[in-house]
């Protein structure tokens, strides 16, 4: 195998492929990248298992050939190189990458342990790629980190034919973001890994368009596509937990607020708290009090103006949970929604989080968090 290919681009690509790569792979050969040169194009591919991603770009081709290296370590040298053109040739077992002055050669990998990359999905539909990593971060903070149970750390998918709806939750809470898809509906739920979809969604942030494959049968995989680079990934199986009944129709008692105030001073009261501890929250006509709770080290209080719409309310709230709804949150003004707890009136029910005015990015999301019954 021999060909010559610009460096930008040749890194490019499989910097892309090294952001997918798994962190810890089962086999060492799938920490490489296979490297296929054939006809006009020289295509690039991973697959762990779980993610399999390929990009294909133009180059020279003097001897088609494929090879499997080192794919972190081939990022980091094609990084660094001087030249505007990069020379690849395969001799024998060894990579020999040539640019300007500088010659590096690897050692290729063992290919007999090495799975055959599945075929992709056909496209399903597609979305705006900066539309779809923008609902991908705010709902993905929503999503749980322990793998107790598989299926709470993924985000649900379902399709209409207008509409992609992405949902997470870890049971202390729920993030729901739509977005428009045009394309086929689809007739059930789809659970990507949310750590997964985030990379993702961020190597394709820069892109136009994202077409979205959903496999069926067997093939039970979601793939992602926009010009040149594919990617693909496992689904997890098993039921999501009904979540969306969860949201009420209307809120009649809230809080509009600025947003920025309440970030700030929730990341100021939550210094003298540990991370798992609740702050409490009261909500008067015109002010938001905010009071640090059970600290024996510090206490701590703050102030900010409100505009409240029904009775005075008290609730106790996880300081991360709240920064986690308001970060990716690009407006101006909050409404913190109450609603009352089913099992016992007396106590606070779920608080809704939505944007006040929100720009095109914050349409359609809303984060629903539950208090902490315990305090509040």
Known sequence: MKFQADREVLSDAVSFLVRLLSPRPQLPQLSGVMIEALGSEVQLSIFDYEVAARVKI????????????QAR?????????PAASVAIQLDDTRLQVNSGTSKFSLSSMSTTDYPDTPDFPEVTGKVSASEFTNGVAKVVVAASREEVTPVLTAVMITASSKELTMVSTDRFRVAVKVIPWTGKSVDREVLIPARVLSEISKT?????????????GEKDMIGFSSANKSVSTATIKGKYPAVLQLFPEETTSFAILSKQDLLDATRRVALVVDREKPLRYKFTESELSLESIGSDVADASEQV?????????VVSLRPQFL??????????????????????????????????????????????????????
């Open 58 to 69: 133009a180059a020279a081709i003097d001897s088609p050939g494929k090879v499997l290296v």
């Open 73 to 81: 370590l081939l990022s980091e040298i094609l990084s660094k190189l």
């Open 204 to 216: 394709f942030s820069h892109d136009s368009e994202l077409e979205l494959g959903f496999g069926e």
């Open 305 to 313: 103006s409100c505009s409240m719409k029904g009775d005075e309310t």
């Open 323 to 376: 920064t986690d709804a308001l970060t990716g949150l690009d407006v101006e003004n909050v409404k913190i929604g109450f609603t009352v707890n089913p099992n016992n009136p007396n106590k606070p029910g779920p608080v809704l989080i939505s944007p006040v005015d929100p720009k095109d990015g914050d349409k359609d999301f809303k984060y629903l968090l539950q208090p902490n019954l315990l305090v509040s």
